[in-house]
């Protein structure tokens, strides 16, 4: 369904573009949630009575079109829904001249055409960026996700796509020790977490350290310069060059040997 024209966000929060990461970012977005629940926020902001009625009637038959979307009688129904919300606020906003606030009913609107991340864009103003960023996460219907991570991240400014990979990466690897747990954590915060370094990390994981390697390794990724030299010179005395140098170049899969190799 095609959303109605005429509808902007202000200009605050975040735009449609930055929304439409979501649902890009997962083959599972749950659309139903997300309109049940963007019909939650904004319906407590509605204050004329019959609006916020006829807002929630729309929602509810929209919604249950989605959860079963073979229903060619359900299509017909939600489509006859959003459409005469969409011409309920247009008649509102001819007849009351401004004096009555539509805005919030014209971003469900938007929602219930299908256009989801123009609806939170148009919604955030009012209803906060904090509880649509938890309700768009979830709908994303993620395996093995880590959603608490993934709302750290948004809420530290990184962008959707990859809050989003982040989430998945360490939602993935969430057996992994703590210590290497903490290290993914601290790289996913810095921006610099991505599927080579977790493939590299993985081999940690998979090394079975002793706790004084497990250190040693912990130290070892965080960088410590004098370290990596040592280690790197303890390589080289037992023959294993190669490892030697990419240890020097900043070569992640040379840690979990290194770790490894130490004197016990």
């Avoid at 926020?41 to 919604?63: F, G, M, S």
């Avoid at 994981?205 to 706790?211: H, I, K, Q, W």
Wanted: a negative charge; charged letters at 25%; proline letters at 5%.
């Amino acid at each position: 369904m095609r959303h109605p024209g005429g509808v902007e966000s202000e200009e605050q929060g975040h735009d449609a573009q930055w929304w439409a990461q979501f649902p890009e970012a997962s083959d599972r977005f749950d659309a139903a949630l997300v309109v049940d629940g963007l019909t939650d926020l904004i319906e407590k902001v509605v204050r004329a009575p019959l609006l916020r009625r006829e807002a929630r009637i729309a929602a509810d038959t929209v919604v249950r079109h989605l959860n079963k979307p073979s229903s060619e009688e359900l299509v017909v129904l939600a489509r006859a829904a959003a459409n005469r919300l969409t011409a309920t606020v247009a008649r509102i906003n001819d007849r009351s001249g401004g004096g009555t606030s539509t805005a919030e009913v014209a971003a469900l609107s938007l929602a219930l055409h299908g256009d989801y991340p123009a609806a939170a864009a148009a919604a955030e103003p009012f209803v906060g960026t904090g509880p649509l960023l938890r309700l768009f996460t979830t709908a994303l219907r993620l395996e093995h996700f880590d959603i608490p991570m993934t709302l750290r991240l948004l809420g530290g400014g990184q962008d959707p796509g990859r809050a989003v990979r982040s989430g998945k990466l360490i939602g993935h690897y969430s057996w992994w020790p703590s210590w290497l747990l903490r290290i993914v954590t601290e790289r996913a915060l810095a921006g610099t977490l991505d599927e080579e370094t977790i493939a590299a990390l993985d081999k940690c994981a998979y090394a079975s350290l002793t706790p004084a390697q497990a250190r040693l390794a912990r130290r070892l990724l965080n960088g410590e310069e004098s370290l990596i030299a040592i280690s790197a010179d303890r390589l080289e005395g037992m023959g294993e060059t190669q490892a030697a140098a990419r240890l020097r170049e900043g070569d992640l899969d040379a840690v979990a040997l290194a770790a490894r190799l130490m004197p016990l």
